[in-house]
């Protein structure tokens, strides 16, 4: 007997569909009391998760709340909403649907507090400062089930982690609540269904027919990609014929600046001028709507994008998936390839093309992955602490609560079901007091324990202070761009501060695929105007630089070794074959340092292979080390496979930097001073609710009443060592940015060999670092030269000598 | 031979590299918006429970200097305290800190916007402090004539991505940089600050060694 009433097979039959057994299969275990779903894109997968609750709400007579979806794109619940609206309609179901995101009015979110709908669609934000109310327990009574959409993505996420708290405390509030997860292909449905149930409960995996296997391929030009670069730009023409032949096409870009570029040199050569858009998260949200609407409406044949159209949004006819770049992690991939032919049960076709000729290697090295079913993935560590304070805060909101009984909820969400009572209270003491060890006043109090043992806002009016700081999504320091008129302008996007700090008026840059001039920032808004009359700079944006997984760095270290070459083209051959002769290939028991001169500087460049994080975190180690033995390091670059160092001096020996203790001891003594470890700070320090976030009329002015968070950081360290906001962040540092342990796993198989070449000039397989953006500079004794010989240099150009004291009288006061 | 010289109003006046100023003929020595009792502020109010160790902090480097220098005079230019309540919270060994600093010398608070009131903290207070050629005020006014010292706009410089705190001069004004420990800045190149100076201005960089850069014209 079908678990759908009549009405539904009527519904589906009257369509010509009929329900896919995943569909049927997830009906029938509607009251479970955690489900997880396993569907490719085009599988029915939401419907799947909202079957059970339309037809719990079919029967009628359910008061209030009855389902929460929750997925972690604002347009994601739009978009539900509107598929929803049609089997609804259809069979006449008693359901009321809506959406709250940031987005939402604050007339309708009010309502919504006293009216909830049957079905309400948020994300884990929203969601959270739902339960900052004191009327939550009201809001959410009757509630029944609750569907985590794309569970995959949020389970990488601190944002995932604030979500499982959030169903913690609606679990303590509604017994009896269902959890669904729904989430695309993954390596480990196992852990994905831990994080989704309720500890300790079991969840029942449910997995989709997988479908067809891609049609997967990597696109072939008559022209080699070049010897370096991101852009993919040499394959223009072909992607253009590719795009021609297609209904429509998704072009994947890994970041958005290089998406802009791309997206440039496409119209210059775009003569057939067909409609192709652009959409990146950078852009100003008119400009995504306007790209989105075209898509929906069939107006564009293409569009070029970043992860941002990574989630499940149906964009409806997409028959080719073009990644240009890398793809660095091969469950990626799978998932972007799975965003072409919605329909189900015909096979994605997409093509990848590299942008540079190692990215050949990694790219043949993935396609053979992606063949292979070979998914990769890293266990996912235990809840962050910092995403712990900030729930206790947003319970502390709700009302006085209980400490013991806030521990037990949290624990029960999986990430956090190991969490000690210690930590827990170390958290709770952070948050209430600053956990400092000078206790001084008593105005240091957020929390306080009422005499009946319960905790309370010390000030109610903190509640709002902590509800404008909710979320975990980090924002990067950017500022708005807006095309200069009269009518104050239309929004463009954004660019990141640090790189609009090196602009001056007349230069020029991309954004949404325009080349912008630069006049002049007001009141924090950088202004500017279509006056192109210069090649344009490269905006960077902060996007999320994904490492290359574990799995696929040992398969491209493979393929050199065993120099089977036969998936890879002629001219990339050729190249490695001229590395080998002009250097040496890099060997997965070896470690290969080059040095050479270019560009006025010494280079040293490193190949370590273990991801671009933990190379980072091995450039800003090395570059230490250089520093202390006063070989004047400027700055380095770091990729996924090595790490580009430059400065003013050679290196005369590497091997010493690669000793393991000394790198270990390093490692300690640095971990404290470094520019990763102040970014997860900030970072986390926000997140747990120590430092506001830079929002309000101060970020808009940029008076002086902001500060850095470095500050902070340094003042810390150095009178109160043992803080557990530096405990936390060494945690976050060592899981995220830091990635130390791709170090070890680096050192383990390399033992201490290290060969060392010495050149003349660029090497083949360094020189794409050389475009590699994200450069870090070393604040040290070199960087202390430049700076001092630029102000000396700027001080003569602008002749200040005769009517200033000048030079001659700055003398040795003391 | 860190620190820098200037000449203001023909006055030889010295930035040091921690963002105070020596006047080497009277042994003053200046320093502006300490904002003491910031954290406390910001959390009585309900904001952030930032790190306590801020006026230690701030209170340490001005020990310091003084040490260095051995003054005769120390010239608060305002914003010494983040606001009233704050001075009169100060911590006891703190208050302590201040008398002792307070001691053998002359000690001048310059009001500011953030600590308008006198101060029962020992030392003189002042709306405006003029000495020779030379007029001390919290924020500098527009046509003045003397050579004049002022603070309140914490400017910053930005020189090859590097951001410092920074001292803002042409012959007429200078514009100290702040002193306090947690104290943000606003670009030297903001229009406020660059048209209170001339065309023709020149910044000096606090950090490890003071240096001197032409501030760019236009914002």
């Not at chain 1, 949020?154 to 729904?182: F, I, N, T, W, Y």
């Not at chain 1, 190692?358 to 396609?367: D, R």
Request: a neutral charge.
């Amino acid at each position: 007997m079908s678990p759908l009433p009549r009405q539904f097979h009527d519904w589906f039959t009257s369509r010509g569909w009929s329900p896919h057994p995943h569909q049927i299969d997830m009906a029938a275990r509607a009251d479970d009391p955690a489900l997880l779903l396993i569907a490719p894109t085009g599988g029915g997968k939401t419907l799947a998760g909202f079957l059970p609750t339309l037809a719990e709400l079919a029967e009628g007579g359910h008061e209030g709340l009855h389902t929460i979806y929750v997925s972690p794109l604002k347009a994601l619940a739009a978009d539900i909403r509107r598929n929803l609206s049609t089997p609804i309609a259809e069979m006449g179901l008693p359901v009321r649907v809506e959406d709250r995101t940031g987005d939402t009015g604050q007339t309708q979110k009010k309502r919504q507090r006293v009216d909830p709908p049957h079905i309400l669609l948020t994300t884990p934000e929203s969601l959270a400062l739902l339960l900052t109310y004191e009327d939550a327990p009201r809001m959410f009574a009757g509630l029944k089930r609750i569907v985590v959409d794309e569970i995959h993505a949020l389970a990488e996420s601190k944002r995932g982690d604030q979500l499982m708290l959030c169903l913690a405390e609606l679990d303590a509030m509604c017994p009896g609540l269902r959890r669904v997860g729904l989430s695309a292909t993954v390596e480990d449905p196992a852990a994905i269904a831990r994080f989704l149930a309720r500890h300790p409960d079991p969840c029942h995996i449910l997995h989709a027919d997988p479908g067809p296997a891609p049609d997967i391929a990597m696109l072939t030009t008559d022209a080699p990609p070049p010897w370096s670069g991101g852009g993919g730009a040499y394959a223009i023409p072909r992607v253009l014929e590719e795009v021609r032949k297609h209904k429509t096409t998704l072009i994947f870009h890994n970041t958005r600046a290089q998406a802009e570029i791309f997206f440039h040199n496409l119209w210059l050569a775009n003569d057939d001028a067909l409609p192709i858009g652009i959409h990146h998260g950078s852009l100003a949200r008119e400009q995504r709507q306007k790209v989105e609407a075209a898509m929906v409406a069939g107006d564009l044949r293409a569009i070029v994008c970043t992860g941002t159209l990574d989630l499940g949004i149906d964009w409806g006819d997409v028959d080719l998936i073009i990644q240009v770049g890398a793809p660095k992690n091969v469950k990626r991939l799978v998932q972007r390839i799975g965003r072409a032919n919605h329909r189900y049960n015909a096979p994605s076709k997409a093509l990848i093309v590299p942008a540079n000729r190692f990215e050949v290697v990694e790219c043949v090295a993935a396609l053979d992955a992606v063949r292979a079913a070979d998914l990769d993935g890293t266990p996912k560590g235990p809840g962050p602490k910092d995403v712990l304070c900030q729930h206790i805060l947003i319970r502390a909101c709700r009302g006085p609560f209980d400490a013991s009984d806030a521990y037990d909820t949290f624990r029960t969400a999986g990430d956090y079901s190991a969490l000690t009572r210690d930590d827990f209270d170390a958290c709770l003491d952070m948050v209430a007091t600053g956990g400092y060890a000078l206790r001084a006043y008593d105005r240091w109090q957020r929390l306080r324990q009422r005499p009946d043992g319960l905790w309370e806002l010390r000030d109610p009016r903190a509640a709002k202070h902590i509800r404008m700081n909710l979320g975990t999504i980090q924002d990067t320091d950017t500022l708005k761009v807006r095309l200069k008129n009269r009518m104050g302008g239309r929004p463009l996007g954004e660019i990141e501060e640090g790189f609009a700090a090196t602009l001056t008026p007349g230069d020029t840059f991309l954004i949404g695929g325009q080349v912008v001039r630069y006049e002049g920032l007001r009141e924090m808004t950088v202004e500017v105007t279509r006056r192109a009359d210069k090649a344009p700079k490269i905006a960077t944006f902060m996007g999320t630089k994904f490492a290359t997984s574990t799995q696929l760095s040992r398969r491209i270290l493979r393929m050199f070794e065993t120099r089977n070459w036969e998936g890879l083209p002629q001219h990339t051959v050729d190249w490695l074959t001229l590395q080998a002769r002009r250097s040496k290939l890099p060997e997965a028991d070896r470690i290969l340092v080059e040095s050479f001169p270019h560009d006025g500087r010494q280079n040293t460049v490193i190949y370590g292979f273990a991801g671009r994080n933990a190379m980072q975190t091995l450039g800003l180690l090395v570059t230490r080390r250089m520093e202390d033995l006063g070989l004047a390091p400027l700055g380095f670059v770091s990729t996924d496979y090595a790490v580009l160092i430059w400065g003013l001096d050679r290196v005369p020996d590497p091997a010493p930097l690669f000793d393991g203790d000394d790198l270990r001891a390093a490692f300690e003594t640095w971990l404290n001073g470094n520019a990763v470890m102040k970014r997860t700070f900030k970072a986390s320090a926000t997140v747990a609710g120590l430092l506001e976030r830079n929002i309000g009329p101060q970020k808009r002015s940029g008076r002086q009443a902001t500060f850095s968070s470095d500050i902070l950081y340094d003042t810390l360290v150095k009178y109160d060592p043992d803080h557990l906001m530096l405990k936390i962040t060494r945690e976050e540092a060592m899981r995220g940015l830091v990635d130390f342990g791709r170090i070890e796993e680096m050192l383990d198989r390399t033992r201490g060999r290290v060969d060392h070449r010495i050149l003349d000039r660029v090497t083949p397989l360094a020189a794409p670092l050389f475009l590699e953006p994200g450069r870090v500079p070393v604040a040290g004794e070199g960087r202390e030269r430049l700076v001092e010989a630029e102000a000396e240099r700027l001080m003569e150009a602008a002749g200040i000598a005769d009517p200033k004291p000048a030079k001659k009288s700055w003398r040795v006061p003391y | 031979m860190n620190s820098a010289d200037l000449i203001l109003s023909g006055e030889t006046l010295t930035a040091c590299p921690s963002g105070a100023l020596f006047w080497p003929r009277e042994r003053m020595l200046v320093v502006s918006d300490l904002h003491l009792g910031k954290s406390e502020r910001i959390a009585r109010r309900g904001g952030g429970l930032l790190p306590p160790y801020d006026t230690l902090e701030t209170l340490t480097r001005l020990q310091s200097d003084i040490q260095a220098l051995r003054p005769e005079t120390v010239l608060c230019l305002g914003d010494s305290f983040d606001d009233v309540a704050a001075a009169e919270a100060l911590d006891d060994s703190h208050r302590d800190t201040v008398q002792r600093l307070q001691a053998g010398r002359r000690w001048l608070w310059v009001e500011g916007n953030h600590d308008p009131g006198p101060i029962d903290l020992g030392g003189t207070h002042l709306a405006e402090f003029r000495a020779g050629a030379l007029v001390f005020r919290h924020i500098a006014t527009p046509g003045e004539t003397s050579g004049e010292v002022s603070g309140h706009y914490h400017p910053k410089a930005c020189l090859r991505a590097v951001r410092r705190p920074c001292f803002l001069t042409d012959d007429q004004k200078l514009i100290m940089p702040a002193y306090g420990a947690y104290t943000g800045g606003l670009a030297w190149t903001t229009p406020v600050l660059r048209s209170l100076l001339a065309d023709r201005a020149t910044a000096f960089l606090t950090g490890r060694k003071v240096l001197a850069v032409p501030v760019p014209r236009t914002a």
